[in-house]
């Protein structure tokens, strides 16, 4: 059963090095939902988000997507309090770029000195000395991508971040950044039934650049009885959750998913999918399918 969660189940995703030095199990998580409705404010639970964070480094997970809009700061203070002082091989990643006024409320703001401000309060809410990925959440339209990445790029020259990643982008975006600063790592929108950023990952792919896919899970009508991902979940013993995040383990080497969630039983089940083996056939079906 893909469910029995062996006692580092992350391990079985295998490896990736975010910008060719910070190794990470592939199987990550994301602490987007350990915060409170609307993104805004705390959980419902602290102690049980506080359960999930620890459970997810005891099954052998060794990265962490976050954001200081989660909350916000909310994700990153809960982050500091389960798991502070780090393990040496968690890597901790964060982005900014998004300003918010209430639930729900995501506005692009990419000033330079609000990106600085906001690295500091991460490194401060975090704990940490140096951030391992720092994220622009959002390409801020009304300032120069130059101005903004440039930012980025004196953060890292000063050690208080390692490597920059972008959010939710296109290749001609991608290039341009390129053509500004090293970039080493892309978080869009993907999963099994929608792969709209298709050509943004082979992009990735072909030039070595960690592919972080937000909203992972999404299986919808595939998931249905008698649907497409019965009989494969029925031969594995797997969930339909379970299959979305196996086929993108193993559609591409670059693929690191980042499934969230606020319960320890789900987060059991999301990272028992690395135990997950789909055949050719079954790969191609689910891709086919969707």
Known sequence: MATNISEQPAKASGTYRIGGDVTVNRL???????TGPGVWGD?????????VLRRAIELGV????????????VSELLIREALHPYADDLVIATKAGLSRSGPGDWRP???????????????????????????????????????QLG????????????????????????????????????????NLANRSAEDVLEYCERNDIAFIPWFPIATGELARPGG???????????????????WLLRRSP???????TSSVAHLEENVGAADVRLTDDEFEALAKAS
């Not at 959980?43 to 359960?51: C, T």
């Open 254 to 260: 670059v693929m690191l998913p980042i499934p969230g």
């Open 228 to 246: 497409p991902l019965d009989a494969i979940s029925t031969a594995h013993g797997a969930s339909p959750a379970q299959l979305a995040l196996a």
């Open 151 to 190: 930012e980025l790029a004196l953060l890292r020259d000063e050690g208080k971040i390692q490597h920059i990643g972008l959010s939710e982008v296109n290749v001609a975006q991608i290039e341009e950044s390129r053509a500004i600063t090293t970039i080493a790592s892309v978080q869009n929108l993907y």
């Open 62 to 73: 060794t990265f962490i997507d976050t954001a200081d809009s989660y909350g916000p700061f």
């Open 43 to 51: 959980p419902k639970d602290p102690a049980e988000a506080v359960r």
């Open 109 to 147: 703001l990419g000033r330079p000195e609000y990106l600085r401000q906001q690295c500091e309060l991460s490194l401060r809410h975090l704990g940490l000395d140096s951030i391992p990925l720092y994220q622009l959440h959002r390409i801020d339209s009304k300032v120069p991508l130059a101005d």
């Open 28 to 34: 990550g998580y994301g602490a987007m939902q350990i």
